[in-house]
């Protein structure tokens, strides 16, 4: 399968030292030279459903075009990223925790502080300014530990839910915690996505499992 760049953020926040866990806040002022980076190598943004159409079809692929993702609904991927990525023109997937909107993020508990997350109106906004809206789910499980008929109501109920509140249709989805197996990708595949990815640490490149890349502290991977 052919390649269009995808990249994975999660929150854009300066957090304190240890509240970190999974490694997944990158400061906004290093969030912001990233977007500006982009800018300045002459990349532009497509969504994810049409990155994938391209990635599995033969016209030719732009080799300035990515995908911006962003994993969650964090509160801050409203307040603090859109606003960047606006001024730039730029336009970002966000997967949504379709049981957990308006409210916060249970599934880090324990293991970092839990942050809020977008609410219906600010997913609709972000909807109507271009933004693609993506299932992660209803609760974030690891969805291959699920007996198959949970895995399959988190996969199926969360793309119902998120269809029916922003009233447009939810083509692409994203595995919590980068759990996936055979049987999950199936469900993911039968349930009418077009698309799913990858956590980044995973290297297979599939139509239900596109690779995504993390751009962190380091060089950005798209840089000139
Ligand atoms: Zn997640």
Redesign the pocket.
């Known amino acids: 399968m052919r390649h269009i760049p995808i990249l994975a953020y999660?929150r854009v926040v300066d957090v304190v030292p240890g509240d970190d866990y999974y490694g997944n806040c990158l400061p906004r002022t290093l969030f912001a030279e990233h977007m500006r980076t982009l800018a300045e190598a002459g990349y532009h943004t497509i969504s994810l459903e049409v990155a994938s159409r391209r990635m599995g079809g033969d016209e030719p692929i732009d080799p300035k075009s990515c995908v911006i993702t962003f994993?969650?609904g964090y509160l801050d991927t409203y307040e603090v990223a859109a606003p960047v990525l606006r001024s730039y023109g730029f336009v970002a997937t966000v997967?949504v925790?379709a049981g957990l909107v308006g409210r916060r993020s249970l599934?880090d508990a324990g293991k970092c502080c839990t942050a809020p997350l977008m609410d219906w109106d600010q997913l609709r906004e972000l909807a109507r300014r271009g933004w693609s809206i993506g299932s992660?789910t209803l609760t974030?499980p690891e969805l291959a530990r699920l007996p198959v008929d949970e895995a399959r109501h988190e996969i199926v109920d969360s793309r119902r839910v998120l269809e029916q509140e922003l009233d447009r249709p939810v083509k692409t989805f994203?595995y919590?915690?980068g759990n996936w197996d055979e049987i999950t990708y199936e469900l993911v595949r039968l349930a009418g996505y077009a698309a799913a990815c990858n956590d980044t640490w995973r290297e297979e490149h599939r139509p239900f499992a596109l690779a995504r890349r993390l751009p962190g502290p380091g060089p950005h991977p798209l840089a000139r």
Do not use: N, S
Request: hydrophobic share 35%.
């Open positions: 999660h994993d969650d997967f925790v599934w992660h974030h994203c919590p915690f």
